[in-house]
Nanobody
Framework: VQLQASGGGLVQAGGSLRLSCAAS????????MGWFRQAPGKEREFVAA????????YYPDSVKGRFAISRDNAKNTVYLQMNSLKPEDTAVYYC?????????????????WGQGTQVTVSS
């Protein structure tokens, strides 16, 4: 599976960005997809996940109500709409394909990763 993330950039606090992740190499609809982020000096953390059909989504409390994950299986693409951005959302954002069963929150269940896209939120 190859994943290509895009859409990052610099935005002011309170602004919005939409990240995209284009996938290729496997039957896209068979797999859940996730977004994670990693700030300098911190561990990679879970941001959002969506099931293969798009029927269920998952978020941590830190982004719930502000971020929305979606997917277009016809385009093999998953999106992360980020609203009401805060400086603490600044990080490199990664998309990933969940292949293994288990928690959506665990990076161990995502063997395929994109290259990351930088999101910087200024105060």
């Amino acid at each position: 599976v190859q994943l290509q993330a895009s859409g990052g950039g610099l935005v002011q606090a309170g602004g919005s960005l939409r990240l995209s992740c284009a996938a290729s190499g496997r039957t896209f609809t068979n797999y859940a997809m996730g977004w994670f982020r990693q700030a300098p000096g911190k561990e990679r953390e879970f941001v959002a996940a969506i099931t293969g059909t798009g029927s269920s989504t998952y978020y941590p409390d830190s982004v719930k109500g502000r971020f929305a994950i979606s997917r277009d299986n016809a385009k093999n693409t998953v999106y992360l709409q980020m609203n009401s951005l805060k400086p603490e959302d600044t990080a490199v954002y990664y998309c990933a394909t969940k292949v293994y069963s288990g928690s959506y929150y665990s990076t161990a269940n995502y063997p395929y990763w994109g290259q990351g896209t930088q999101v910087t939120v200024s105060s």
